[in-house]
T-cell receptor, first 112, second 113 residues
Framework: NAGVTQTPKFQVLKTGQSMTLQCAQD?????MYWYRQDPGMGLRLIYY???????DKGEVPNGYNVSRLNKREFSLRLESAAPSQTSVYFC???????????FGQGTRLTVV | GESVGLHLPTLSVQEGDNSIINCAYS??????FIWYKQESGKGPQFIID?????DKRQGQRVTVLLNKTVKHLSLQIAATQPGDSAVYFC????????????FGSGTRLLVRP
C-alpha cells in the first residue's frame, strides 16, 4: 500500500518553463489537495478537489492549474514558472472525515 | 534536511516533561480541528483531530483541547520524548461545508535530553 505518491521528487526549471507535478493515491479517497511550503513557513493550499470531477481554488491559486484526472490522480501544472514558485509542493488526500490527510513525500521545485 | 521550522516559534522542553502547543484559529464554521506533526524532510503526519461539538479528546500520550469561545486549540503531549521533536501545525476543515483543509501557523518543538 503506497499511500500518496508524488513525482518528481526534485525539479529545477528555468523561468518561463512549464511542468506538471503528478500525484496519485491508492486509498480510494474522494478529496485531494495541493499545497506549497516555503522555507520556515506553513502549508498554503493551492487547489483542492473535493471529489472526482470537481476542483476549487485554495489560498494561493495564481500561476497554477490542476486536473483531477480520475479518482486516483490529481496533477498540478505550472504554465510559466517564476522564481516566486520555488517551494516544496505537497499533495495530500483525505477520506470520509476530511480530517486525517495523508501526504506525499513532497516535490522540491527550484525556479531559476 | 528541509528547513521547515526555521522561522517558526520554538518551544523547548526537557525530555519527560509535558508539552503544550497552542494555536489560534479564525473560522468558527470549521467542522474539524486537527493537529499534524512534520519532521524534517517529510510531509505532515496526522496526530489527532477534534470535532467542533467537542471540547476535549485524548489519544495516546496526546490530548487536544478546543475552546470555541476564544477560538483556541491546544495540543498537550505527555512525557515528551526526543522523537517528538518536530514542527507541529494546527489545521481546520469543513469550513462553510467545504472540504478545504487549511493549515495554521506552526510551532517547532525541541526536546532536550
Amino acid at each position: 500500500n503506497a499511500g500518496v505518491t508524488q513525482t518528481p521528487k526534485f525539479q529545477v526549471l528555468k523561468t518561463g518553463q512549464s511542468m506538471t507535478l503528478q500525484c496519485a493515491q491508492d486509498m480510494n479517497h474522494n478529496s485531494m489537495y495541493w499545497y506549497r511550503q516555503d522555507p520556515g513557513m506553513g502549508l498554503r493550499l493551492i487547489y483542492y478537489s473535493a471529489s472526482e470531477g470537481t476542483t476549487d481554488k485554495g489560498e494561493v491559486p495564481n500561476g497554477y492549474n490542476v486536473s483531477r484526472l480520475n479518482k486516483r490522480e490529481f496533477s498540478l501544472r505550472l504554465e510559466s514558472a517564476a522564481p516566486s514558485q520555488t517551494s516544496v509542493y505537497f499533495c495530500a488526500s483525505t477520506g470520509a472525515t476530511h480530517a486525517e490527510a495523508f501526504f506525499g513525500q513532497g516535490t522540491r521545485l527550484t525556479v531559476v | 534536511g528541509e528547513s521547515v521550522g526555521l522561522h517558526l516559534p520554538t518551544l523547548s522542553v526537557q525530555e519527560g516533561d509535558n508539552s503544550i502547543i497552542n494555536c489560534a484559529y479564525s473560522n468558527s464554521a470549521s467542522d474539524y480541528f486537527i493537529w499534524y506533526k512534520q519532521e524534517s524532510g517529510k510531509g505532515p503526519q496526522f496526530i489527532i483531530d477534534i470535532r467542533s461539538n467537542m471540547d476535549k479528546r485524548q489519544g495516546q500520550r496526546v490530548t487536544v483541547l478546543l475552546n470555541k469561545t476564544v477560538k483556541h486549540l491546544s495540543l498537550q503531549i505527555a512525557a515528551t520524548q526526543p522523537g517528538d521533536s518536530a514542527v507541529y501545525f494546527c489545521a481546520e476543515n469543513g469550513v462553510d461545508s467545504s472540504y478545504k483543509l487549511i493549515f495554521g501557523s506552526g510551532t517547532r518543538l525541541l526536546v532536550r535530553p
